[in-house]
């Protein structure tokens, strides 16, 4: 027996509303963690992690636009941005994160595209989820630091300093969000899309 779910229009734009807002929100407090890494003006965060989990929960089009409300609080001078780094307001976005945080809804938007939002039962395998996820987190990392390597690069002139300074010293940290988000991602992301 299958049970439709059947929303009110209004009823689904204010939850939608209300996921976009609540993914910024979720952003902001994973970069309130903030560890200043020796040798590197990038510290290191929980942000990215936050933005493939709501990218990947909300979908692309939701995903990008709570990156981009949370980007928009953090220009408009809310204390949103890490701590760590002492540029404020819109003037972060220059800064030496700034190609990090404004790589932010691209690749939301990446994670959401992969990450099926299908249950496993009605499309086939569940290897295809595990798959699609891991595809998506790893696009969505290789965009961050794609950001985060062309601004440092030009703030530095150079992208082997950039690369020293914005990837290398990331890594470990990448292979471990991978594997945290891949299951994450692969078994909330239906039961929380059908709400949306």
Not at 7 to 29: C, M, Y
Not at 156 to 177: E, S, V
Request: aromatic residues 6%; hydrophobic residues 55%.
């Amino acid at each position: 027996m299958e049970r439709a779910l059947v929303i009110d229009n209004s009823t689904l734009i204010i939850r939608r509303a209300a996921a976009v807002v609540l993914g910024a929100l979720v952003v902001a407090g994973a970069a309130q963690v903030s560890i200043p890494l020796p040798g590197t003006p990038v510290p290191m965060t929980l942000q990215p992690m936050a933005v493939l989990l709501v990218g990947g929960l909300l979908g692309a089009r939701l995903g990008a636009l709570s990156m981009i409300l949370y980007l928009a609080m953090g220009a408009a001078g809310l204390p949103v941005f890490t701590p760590t780094v002492p540029i404020y307001g819109i003037a972060r976005l220059f800064g030496p994160t700034g190609g990090y945080l404004l790589a932010y809804p691209i690749a939301a938007y990446a994670v959401g595209a992969f990450v099926p939002p299908l249950r496993t039962a009605e499309r086939g395998s569940g290897g295809e989820d595990w798959l699609r996820a891991a595809l998506g987190v790893v696009a969505g990392i290789v965009l961050i630091h794609l950001g985060g390597l062309a601004q440092l690069a030009i703030i530095t002139g150079t992208i082997t300093t950039a690369a020293q300074l914005a990837t290398w010293p990331f890594l470990l940290g990448d292979l471990l969000k991978i594997a945290v988000l891949v299951p994450v991602l692969a078994r909330l992301t239906p039961t929380t899309r059908a709400r949306l």
